[in-house]
Nanobody, 127 residues
């Protein structure tokens, strides 16, 4: 079983920065695409960013140019650097591992593409 754990959330003022970290243990981390999603109250879980097994990044339009996703396979870790934060970035942020090894399909922004999820970390951006 793959265990996914997020950390690094907190309270930050608008315009500030946070870096989230995700560790995934119990599997072949370097063989899988990883992704970040977020869910605000009353809304569906939404795609934020993904990174392939060979470190190709992908971003939602809402965060493009502000967030950066990166992975460190030696540490089984994926980071999400968030800059220029806005109040509408407030959400619980989740890390997830793709269902298939050495794969990132054309539906990588869909939650159904991922089989292992963390418990989430809260990010709150004040105005």
């Amino acid at each position: 079983q793959v265990r996914v754990v997020e950390s690094g959330g907190g309270l930050v003022q608008a315009g500030g920065s946070l870096t989230l970290s995700c560790t995934a243990s119990g599997g072949s981390f370097g063989s899988y695409a990883m992704a970040w999603f977020r869910q605000a109250p009353g809304l569906e879980r939404a795609f934020v960013a993904a990174i392939s097994w060979n470190s190709a990044p992908y971003y939602a339009e809402a965060v493009k140019g502000r967030f950066t996703i990166a992975r460190d396979n030696a540490k089984n870790t994926v980071n999400l650097q968030m800059n220029s934060l806005r109040p509408d970035d407030t959400a619980v942020y989740y890390c997830a591992q793709d269902r298939r090894a050495f794969y990132l399909g054309d539906v990588f922004m869909d939650t159904l593409s991922y089989s292992s999820w963390g418990q989430g970390t809260q990010v709150t951006v004040s105005s």
